[in-house]
């Protein structure tokens, strides 16, 4: 599974929105980031739009009169306070009005999918597709719908897409790394979220980058993965990054965490003592 117009799915997608973390907290905060982070980039979208004015109700406004400018901002404050039926309504007059407007397409589809609707969501993502093919956020929520469908291999062919179209974006290569890790294609999914953060640092950290695309469910997965972003902040020299992501793989009961001693990506790592204290040397007793 979310960050203009609809940066989003990126909304990527992307829905969560566009935030930040913090020790203590820092910890309480990757774990959320880490149950939350694969969400494909829905979630991100969404956010993009900010705060709105409150919504007028259904019938206090005739959608006839108004212009498509105007449709598509009440559409954005219906989504604003959850009311995605309300929105899809007004995107719907929109296109009415103006049927080639992909990113009313791209914004209905969002909507769709916040009501688990995901075939109305997919469709929609298709046509703002068809009416500007270069237009990545909507190619990467197509795979954001996939991802959810649980179907990852049709979710990376869009990501890959959309990195394609927009390779400097953190999020799609975030999103192609989560489809790749659940098609257990561990060597691609690191490759991806190294590069994420070559653009952004915090590519892995913000809540921004939540999206709908992915959701694991198992302990078993949650533990890997865990791993896996552990794997790819030691290669960065990410130490705090590192670690707090072993200790939620050692939480989660991940069986191979000896292999910080074998595996290449902590070779910088080993003598440091709160690898050790963390993850203690077979070694020790």
């Known amino acids: 599974m979310w960050h203009?117009?609809?940066?989003?799915?990126?909304?990527?997608?992307?829905?969560?929105?566009?935030?930040?973390?913090?020790?203590?907290?820092?910890?309480?905060?990757?774990?959320?980031?880490?149950?939350?982070?694969?969400?494909?980039?829905?979630?991100?979208?969404?956010?993009?739009?900010?705060?709105?004015?409150?919504?007028?109700?259904?019938?206090?406004?005739?959608?006839?009169?108004?212009?498509?400018?105007?449709?598509?901002?009440?559409?954005?404050?219906?989504?604003s306070v959850k009311d995605y039926s309300l929105a899809v309504d007004y995107f719907k007059a929109g296109l009415r009005k103006d049927p080639k407007n992909a990113v009313l397409y791209n914004k209905m589809g969002l909507a769709e999918l916040r009501k688990d609707n995901l075939a109305a969501a997919r469709v929609n993502f298709a046509r703002a597709v068809k009416q500007n093919s270069k237009y990545a956020e909507a190619v990467n929520n197509i795979g954001a719908v996939y991802y959810m469908q649980k179907n990852y291999g049709s979710a990376a062919k869009y990501f890959k897409k959309a990195v394609a179209l927009s390779e400097t974006d953190a999020t799609f290569h975030v999103n192609l790394g989560a489809a790749w890790f659940s098609q257990k294609k561990m060597e691609r999914a690191i490759a991806e979220y190294m590069?994420?953060?070559?653009?952004?640092?915090?590519?892995?950290?913000?809540?921004?980058?939540?999206?709908?695309?992915?959701?694991?469910?198992?302990?078993?997965?949650?533990?890997?993965?865990?791993?896996?972003?552990?794997?790819?902040y030691a290669k960065r020299g990410d130490i705090e990054g590192c670690l707090q992501c072993l200790k939620r793989a050692k939480e989660d009961g991940y069986r191979n965490l000896a292999n910080v001693y074998k595996d290449e990506e902590f070779s910088r790592m080993r003598d440091n003592p709160r690898l050790q204290e963390v993850v203690p040397p077979p070694t020790a007793k």
């Open 4 to 79: 203009s117009a609809n940066r989003g799915i990126t909304d990527s997608v992307a829905a969560s929105k566009t935030p930040n973390l913090g020790t203590r907290e820092k910890e309480a905060n990757m774990r959320n980031t880490i149950l939350k982070i694969m969400m494909l980039a829905l979630l991100v979208t969404l956010s993009r739009y900010g705060t709105a004015a409150p919504v007028p109700e259904q019938g206090t406004i005739k959608m006839d009169a108004m212009t498509v400018a105007e449709l598509e901002k009440a559409g954005d404050q219906a989504r």
């Open 195 to 232: 590069r994420a953060m070559e653009i952004d640092p915090d590519a892995l950290r913000h809540d921004s980058r939540t999206g709908i695309s992915a959701q694991i469910s198992s302990p078993e997965e949650r533990a890997q993965y865990s791993y896996l972003l552990a794997k790819a």
